[in-house]
């Protein structure tokens, strides 16, 4: 069940991101940091929305979106991740479809992605092209030096 976070599913967020082998020690500070921006300011202050997937109490997943500044209806889909335990059964397009519809809700006109250009993320490079995102940029050692970062987009 796709649901809003709460604040009893922040350590099981902090776990997946911690468990999760793509992601740095500084990205799962970030998160948890943007999570507890959600809860103390609201959505409407903090600018960022979480929602979950759950099966019998447990997470399976996250996303988290908001507003892209100085933009018409422009939003950034910031984090996605799955449970490295609960990955190939769908959990990630069932997360997003949600974000989607969200955001359709919200008056979005476009959603913008970022992620990394190293062969460990070819899995999610792959999964945007999957879920009808075109690829638009690549910058050249963005991240760090041989780390690029590749944008997606999706006009809804």
């Not at 976070?5 to 992601?23: C, K, L, W």
């Not at 449970?83 to 359709?104: F, Q, S, T, V, Y």
């Not at 999610?124 to 590749?150: M, P, S």
Request: proline fraction near 3%; charge should be negative; aromatic fraction near 10%.
């Amino acid at each position: 069940m796709i649901q809003d976070a709460v604040r009893e599913d922040a350590p099981q967020i902090h776990a997946i991101n911690a468990n999760t082998s793509v992601f740095s020690p500084e990205e799962t500070e970030t998160v948890d940091e943007m999570l507890e921006e959600a809860f103390t300011q609201g959505y409407e202050k903090s600018g960022y929305q979480f929602i979950v997937s759950k099966e019998d109490n447990r997470l399976l997943g996250y996303a988290c979106f908001g507003p892209h500044s100085l933009t018409d209806r422009t939003y950034d889909l910031y984090w996605i991740a799955v449970d490295p335990n609960a990955r190939g059964g769908g959990i990630g397009k069932k997360l997003l479809a949600a974000a989607e519809d969200r955001l359709r809700l919200l008056g979005a006109r476009l959603i913008i992605v970022e992620t990394s250009g190293l062969p460990a993320y070819e899995s999610t490079r792959a999964f945007y092209h999957a879920t009808h995102y075109k690829q638009e940029a690549i910058l050249k050692d963005f991240y760090t030096d041989g780390d690029d970062l590749v944008i997606f987009t999706k006009h809804l």
